[in-house]
C-alpha cells in the first residue's frame, strides 16, 4: 500500500504561482509513476502532468506546457507541481496519483490517490 498526503494550494489571483506537493509513504515507490490530476465543478477528471520515478522523465498536458513543472525529490519521496501563470480555468481539485502506469494520461491505473486539495484562481 501507498499512502500519498498532498499540501499547498489555495485561493491566488490569475498570473499567480502555487506549489502543490504530494508526500508519499508505505510501500517503495521506486517504480512508479506518480501523477496529477484535476477535477473542476460539473467536468471530468483531467490528466495534468506525471513524472516517471526512475529517470525522471516528465509528461504534460497541452494546457499544462510551459506554465506547470513536476518534480521530485527522492530523499522525501515526494513529488512537486510548480504551477505558474495560472488562469481562472486552472480552478479545480488536484490530486496526485501513484502506480506502476502504461497510459500516464489514464486515470483509471492509477491505484493510490491523495485526498485532493482546491486551487482556485481568481480574475
Known amino acids: 500500500q501507498v499512502q500519498l498526503v498532498q499540501s499547498g494550494g489555495g485561493l491566488v489571483q490569475a498570473g499567480g504561482s502555487l506549489r502543490l506537493s504530494c508526500a508519499a509513504s508505505g510501500r517503495s515507490i521506486s517504480s512508479y509513476t506518480m501523477g496529477w490530476f484535476r477535477q473542476a465543478p460539473g467536468k471530468e477528471r483531467e490528466f495534468v502532468s506525471a513524472i516517471v520515478w526512475i529517470g525522471g522523465t516528465t509528461y504534460y498536458a497541452d494546457s499544462a506546457k510551459g506554465r506547470f513543472t513536476i518534480s521530485r525529490d527522492n530523499a522525501k519521496n515526494t513529488v512537486y507541481l510548480q504551477m505558474n501563470s495560472l488562469k481562472p480555468e486552472d480552478t479545480a481539485v488536484y490530486y496526485c496519483?501513484?502506480?506502476?502506469?502504461?497510459?500516464?494520461?489514464?486515470?483509471?491505473?492509477?491505484?493510490?490517490w491523495g485526498q485532493g486539495t482546491q486551487v482556485t484562481v481568481s480574475s
Open positions: 496519483a501513484a502506480g506502476r502506469i502504461v497510459t500516464v494520461a489514464r486515470s483509471s491505473e492509477y491505484p493510490y
